[in-house]
């Protein structure tokens, strides 16, 4: 049952294609949009797929270990879930089941502020091995309140997410009016109804709402007003001197996500952070933003001895994690295809997704000749345009 | 309420509901059956309508009403029923389809001869308007009335004419096959409203969380509502009578092709009976949880229907309304109009001549017109009638019941019933029926009895009654030439000749699920008790620390005096006097006694207390000194601040307490004790009553911290002293900032997540110097702790401080 894999979705496209039939549009939508014209969503595809590996055929091989140790945990696979918010909303308990699911399996579940459960909750599924993605909050005594809470919880690691100084312009939920909880329109229920086994899962589940912010919003106040409300009070920008505060204030592992400059990275080395996620938000905030894949690898070069590098942002399959890996990244981050596996299969996508990515990069590294995961640089192939 | 989107739904069902019975009308044969649909009605059509049939709508907003008022035990009325349906399907039909009649006089008719024929023809016409149409009409055009806000005359003449139209065309095929389609909407639509009440309410999970366990229950002994042994006895009378010898129900048997095609029909009523408590059950249920505050659990579907419903889905849910209605009255108006015209017509008035098929469907159609009119009438008056003769109507169901019941099981099984004792028997009891139901309605008038037993109790009293004059005259008299023997079942099943053994089958399976059913749902009911038996022993061993919810509320006229009416929205902790007593205990509550109320206004936490203390000191006494400290008036450490009438406040913002003995609080945001006087002040002086430092005295920066607290306003207070002398109140406010500080540097706000604080509250009552207790205290009463341990810190109680007003937390 551990390594079930079923056969029908080899691939995240498979699991893609058969969650956009389970999932009502308007969460779809949310989970796969970019932001604009959606430009950026396909250079970073574009990015990592024009990673090549060169294998090492005749060498001496005595099979390959995909463990990696971050804070000095080992854990089983180079790859971790990145934190997505209103999971509940695209697949009824979704944070639930994947944190559970990466606790089993070993990996780092990296819980969203905005998420649809509260981080009390999950840090007691997670059996305190979750990972607590943050945003600054504007208003002090939420911020204190919070990290408090974070704190009391138990989680290890904090993720302080840079890259949202402004709530991303995505046409498709600007279309589909978008809010959490969704708006009981006509439309939004047409597109429940066509989607029966969410339907029946979500009346199980109950209403997907903010959890973990639910205590610092306004009651009553109208869905619409209330994205503003978060927008301003909750996502507040992050420099250096709002990073300093936090980092004064929180005692284990904190990560910085969202850069991409240089300039950042040496930030963030300044102010103690122990980890940067090179990343773009998956697409979603600068639709002229460029792939991570170039950045890390020259961060990787001048600072990988400094801080732990990981990276997210359109990475959909073990081909590209080791892409990833290869390009100097300590460790990857991936989002949507966790939730396409859940909208695939129900609570079992995210074994299977994990299992999936698992074996992938498994046969890649076996290919290659690669024992490790730090060794998967040597495998590059150099000096190849990118972009 | 309603937006146009609803009145399109509305309007859409009501037009299609008539286009579909028009349709079936227009593609029967010339001069077909109105009343058994040609025989042609397959067996989805024959389960679907009698199950719709069965719910009408004022059966729906019932029982919604009753679950949530009570919870699951109304669904027995449903889950039982299957047993009766069996009946139907495998002892009732093969006679009913073997004899070939289309009515169910007429089957007495062929026991019993003609006065017992003519007798239940009556019968028949008087329960089919009584039952089905008047008292149906009349609830279905009340709801109607509410949501739509027409005139009641208007409502009932609308639904009268919907279900007429294509009634009076198309006869019973009509009504069957639009019965089956109100059928699906109303499991749609009613599977709508529980799905959106389960995710409004936060899944099955909360459901299960927020729901008491007895709601749950489906066998309770000691239920108030109805005692077992009266469902147990009662509503057999009832269901028999109902689901196996009522024309409306029945005549959808006598419709079928086959016996087969009955029996699997009615099978499919009974599987689909599984649904009414999952659907039409559970949702008051779950609106229970999501709104437990309404009075009137009638109103209960209208308020959730309004409340939850989005736009579209509200017009939606009146279709279901008017399609359970419809589903009702169309039937009730074939039936009637089938016994009136093949029992009434054709051999009374007609004198048994032939009469062609022609001339019967004609008189079908003006007698359902006819009985249309009179439904209309009949609902009509029962509006401008007194509101009791409505409940009679209503209990009249259960009073129709036991003779026919009798008849039926009686006359069919045993042989010697005569057709004298049938027939003096069925009067008789007819007329003690009536009548004990019309008193027992109007007991109130007549004052009989001091308490009547449970109307299902009388219901199978009036059987065992019926039964025995049956027999007894029966006994008595010889059978005469009208009545003959019906085969016996043995020779109907070899008549009939079929295969049961596969329709056995899926009853057994049926059964099977209903037996887990019901387990399932006595699990949910008994595990609760369960827990709390495991948790109390623990509980009993320790002792109890109070807790108290404190929300926000508005902001109160600060002025001392304490008014229920400003404190409405806040937490009230009551029994002073009986709270615990560090000296003596109050044996007289106008000695001490009285209410605290605890509230937050986003600025301020508010105690404010009403107190009566007949004997206030330095006021009605001198201002004597304690032995112990002849400075106790001094505002300086040295001082007693508490000596004196007053109050105390202790809070542990941080909610940090170690089970240390002796732990004491620290003297600064993160805890503190403090005091309200009622005959000094920091401020104020000797005379004035009002804030002062507290303890730690001896700690230096406590005293520093409480005294720049009260100089700079972060905390206030006003006391007054009542007119008559009989107490005083006092209102105290302070500022979460600087004197809540949960952790270093972050003080409470009204923005976070509920905060449980650490809290306890003293009353000190001092009169003429009492000897016998330290410093000469009478009283000195606290919320929590233990005697000479209640400034322990671990001792203290619990606050919960939400930042929201309580309505939002659905406590």
Partial sequence: ?387 | MLHSVDYFVIAFYVVAIMAIGLYVASKQKKGASLFLGDKSVGFTSIGMSIWGTNIGPSFLVASFGAAYGSGMLVANFEWMAWIFLLLLAMVFSPYYLGLNVPTIPQIIKRRFGDTMYRLLTIYSLCTIVVVWLGGGLYVGGLLFTQFMGWDLTLSILFLLVVATSFTVVGGLAAVIVTDAFQTILMIVGMAALTFIGLYELGGVEVLIEKTPASYWTLIDPDSSAVPWYSFLLGFPVMAVWFWCTDQTIVQRVFAAKDLPTAQKGVFLAAALKILPPFIFILPGIIFFSLNPGIENSDQAFIAMVSEYMPIGFRGLMIAVLIAALISTLDSGLNSFSTIFTLDLYQPVIRKGKQVSNKEVRFVGQMVTLGASVLAFFWAVAMDSVSANLFELLQSLIAFLAPPLSTLFLVGLFWRRVTAAGATYGFSLSCLLCVSVGFFSVNEQTFGLFDTWPHFLTTTFILFVISVLLTVVISLLTKPSPDEQWLPTFKQMSVQNGSNTKPIWLAWGVLALIMAFLYGGFQYLASRDVVLSQEVEPELASRPLKPQVSVYRGESPVFDGWVNSDEYHDATKLEGIDGWMAQFSPVKDKSDLSGEVYIKHDGEYLYFAFDITDDLLYGINTERWLPEENPRAHELSREGFPWFGDGVEVLINAENKASMKEGELNKGNGSSWQMVVSTHKSRLGGLQEGGLLEGEERSLKSAWDNYQSWILSGAMQAKVRIKPDFSGYSLEWRIKPDPTMEISPGVFWSPKMSMTEMGLNIAVGDLDEPHKENWGGFHHENWWSGERDKRTWLKHWGTMHLYGGYRSEYNH
């Fill in chain 1, 1 to 387: 049952m551990n390594n079930f894999i079923d056969n029908r979705y080899p691939t995240v496209n498979d699991l893609r294609a058969k969650a956009r039939k389970r999932i009502p549009r308007f969460a779809f939508d949310y989970l796969e949009g970019g932001c604009m014209d959606e430009l950026g969503l396909q250079r970073n595809r574009e990015g990592i797929e024009a990673v090549q590996l060169r294998s090492e055929l005749l060498k001496p091989y005595s099979g390959c270990n995909l463990s990696v140790e971050l804070f000095g945990h080992t854990y089983s696979s180079p790859f971790g879930i990145a934190p997505i918010g209103l999971q509940g909303l695209m697949w009824p308990n979704a944070p639930e089941i994947l944190a559970a699911v990466a606790l089993k399996k070993n990996i780092p579940y990296v819980l969203s502020t905005v998420s649809s459960s509260s981080l009390e909750r999950i840090a007691e599924i997670s059996e305190g091995n979750a990972w607590y993605q943050f945003y600054n909050p504007t208003d002090d005594s939420i911020r204190k309140d919070l990290l408090r809470r974070v704190d009391r919880a138990g989680y290890k690691v904090l993720v302080v997410t840079v890259d949202v100084q402004t709530f991303g312009y995505r046409p498709r939920d600007i279309k589909n009016g978008l809010s959490m909880p969704p708006k009981m329109t006509l439309r939004n229920i047409m597109q429940m109804l066509s989607c029966p086994r969410w339907l029946i899962e979500t009346a199980i589940a109950g209403k997907p709402e903010m959890q973990t912010l639910k205590p610092y919003m306004p009651k009553g106040m109208p869905v619409d007003q209330l994205a503003e409300f978060m927008n301003k009070t909750v996502m507040g920008r992050v420099d250096v001197e709002g990073l300093k505060p936090i980092r004064d204030a929180w005692q284990g592992p904190l990560v910085v996500k969202g850069l991409i400059n240089e300039s950042d990275v040496a930030a963030a080395i300044q102010i103690g952070a122990d980890a940067v996620v090179m990343s773009n938000h998956g697409g979603r905030q600068l639709d002229a933003g460029e792939s991570p894949v170039e950045p890390l690898q020259r961060v990787s070069k001048k600072y990988g001895e400094q801080i732990k590098i990981f990276m997210d942002s359109g990475l959909r399959s073990g081909t590209n994690i080791a892409a990833a890996l290869a390009s100097g990244a300590d460790f990857t981050f991936l989002g949507r295809p966790f939730v396409y596996g859940l909208g695939a299969l129900g609570k079992k996508g995210g074994l299977h997704t994990i299992n999936c990515l698992h074996k992938q990069m498994e046969q890649i590294m076996n290919q290659l000749g690669c024992e490790s995961v730090d060794q998967l640089p040597h495998f590059l192939v150099p000096n190849k345009p990118i972009n």
